[in-house]
C-alpha cells in the first residue's frame, strides 16, 4: 500500500509541473518596435516579449501592429498576427 500511494504522489507531482507547458495562452500584444531582425511586442501588462523575425515568416508586421504570441517554456514559439481592438473609455 505504501508503494502504490509513493508511485501515485510521484505522478502528481510530475502532472503538477507539467500543467503549466501545457495550458499555457497565448498573449496579445502590439508590436511597438522593430530593429535588427527582431520585433519588440508589448502585451496589455506590460510586459515585452522579443520576437524574431523567423516566428513572424509571411506577416509583414510594423509599428502598431497586433499579434498574437504562442509561448513555449515562457519564450515567444509562434506569431500571428490579429485585428486591433478599440480601448474601452
Known sequence: MNRI?????????????AAPAFCAEP???????FEGGTYTVKDYNGKV?????????????QTGDMVEVELD????????????????K
Open 5 to 17: 500511494f509513493k508511485v501515485l504522489m510521484a505522478a502528481l507531482i510530475v502532472l503538477a509541473l
Open 27 to 33: 498573449v496579445k500584444g502590439e508590436v511597438v518596435a
Open 49 to 61: 516579449y522579443k520576437i524574431t523575425k523567423d516566428l513572424a515568416i509571411g506577416l509583414d508586421l
Open 73 to 88: 517554456e515562457a519564450q515567444p514559439a509562434q506569431a500571428k498576427k490579429v485585428k486591433k481592438v478599440a480601448k474601452k
